[in-house]
């Protein structure tokens, strides 16, 4: 039998169930954006489910994260270039070659009927001979930034948005058609309220908790340039604890550790201070759900802050002319600062006028997720099921 001569609907003649892969050749935390709407699909579909991943850390988390009694509906699998995982080993890289792991995998996969993504370079299986299998791209972020809306998305057969937000910008852009695309929610917060421990804390005292979390990048993050002196500040202040807990993406590497401890590193034992260079809590939002008041850049992991509209500070890196420009929408939600000095006020600015900003966050929440309910990974499952035609089990 050749691949996918099955055809790719229930009243087709099929003799088997169409092959759906969820293919993860990221970080982990992309891993949480599709893996329950893998077992949703598994549960509530007649279609064979596979979880393929190029690293163990990946497919560890995956097992995790599905309920127990739903695990021998999917078949977890680590794929790859052996080679592959030796580099990445060697470089000590949380991820193997992108490329060299997509030429190793590309017979495998287009035995598939489909391949949903959480990230965009794995569409090049395209030009590497994948033809056969419809390409389903998984929303892998809520923020405001050009890098969500990616000309790449253009180029898969289905798409996954969470709400009016990114809906409306890729129909603006040509990126997604309506006969083509799906508003289901964000189904990391599913995923994400199976792993944390929601009574967890590093601190024994009731201080006021601030979550600093720099973007990785470090011409648009702030820690490069503002992140030391910026813990120094509120350290000194004394009235506040800081959790600093950088995009998972800046520790991935050993450059990015480095320079990460260089600047944190200090103020590891300094009173009242949490540092956490990429644990799984880092990405559980177990910080986004815990902390009294959010500090950050362009990181999209202030609208999951927001799932409970709380105080907002942002640090405008290099004297960007922010307020028209819609990258930085969300810095509506609260004070901007330009210079690390004014930290402690907008902080205490932050706290007592954040009335003024708690609509304009709620109203942002809304039109970025569309809902909050427990059902984002099912509408997922049931939007990717319609889209390939596959029948509900029994």
Not at 133 to 150: Q, T, V
Not at 235 to 254: F, K, M, Q, W
Not at 347 to 373: C, K, M, N, P, R
């Amino acid at each position: 039998m050749t691949p996918g001569s099955e055809g790719t609907s229930g009243g087709s003649g099929r003799t088997s169930p169409p092959r759906i892969a969820f293919f993860f050749n990221a970080q982990a935390h992309q891993l949480l954006h599709g893996i329950t709407t893998a077992e949703a699909l598994a549960i509530g579909w007649d279609v064979r489910v596979d979880i393929l991943s190029s690293t163990q850390i990946n497919l560890d988390l995956a097992r995790q994260v599905v309920l127990p009694e739903h695990r021998h509906l999917l078949h977890f699998e680590l794929i790859g270039s052996p080679l592959a995982r030796w580099i990445a080993a060697r470089q000590k890289s949380v991820v193997p070659p992108k490329l060299l792991t997509l030429w190793a995998v590309r017979k495998r996969l287009n035995q598939y009927d489909a391949i949903a993504l959480p990230e965009r370079t794995s569409i090049l299986l395209r030009s590497l001979g994948v033809k056969h299998p419809k390409f389903i791209h998984i929303d892998h972020g809520a923020g405001d930034r050009a890098a969500g809306f990616d000309k790449r998305i253009a180029l898969f057969d289905f798409a996954l948005m969470a709400g009016e937000k990114h809906r409306r910008r890729l129909l603006e852009e040509g990126l997604v058609r309506e006969d083509n695309s799906a508003m289901v929610g964000y189904p990391k917060f599913d995923a994400a309220d199976r792993l944390r421990d929601p009574d967890w804390s590093p601190f024994a005292d009731r201080k006021p908790v601030i979550l600093y979390n720099p973007h990785f990048s470090r011409e648009l993050g702030s820690w490069a340039t503002h992140g030391g002196d910026v813990v120094r500040h509120i350290v000194e202040c004394g009235r506040y604890n800081l959790i600093v807990a950088p995009h998972v993406r800046l520790c991935d590497s050993p450059a990015g550790r480095a320079a990460a401890e260089a600047i944190f590193g200090p103020f590891r034992s300094a009173p009242g201070v949490y540092l956490d260079m990429g644990s799984q809590r880092s990405i559980d939002m177990t910080y986004t759900s815990m902390a009294d008041i959010y500090l950050g850049d362009v990181s999209s992991q202030v609208y999951e802050f927001l799932r409970t509209p709380r105080p907002c500070v942002f640090i405008n890196n290099d004297g960007r002319a922010w307020r028209d420009d819609p990258n930085y929408a969300h810095w509506r939600f609260g004070p901007v600062i330009d210079n690390s000095k004014e930290i402690v006020a907008a902080l205490d600015e932050a706290v007592s006028g954040h009335g003024a900003y708690a609509a304009i966050q709620a109203e942002a929440f809304a039109d970025t997720f569309g809902t909050t309910d427990a059902n984002s990974s099912r509408r997922a499952a049931a939007a990717i099921a319609g889209f390939m035609g596959v029948a509900p089990r029994g």
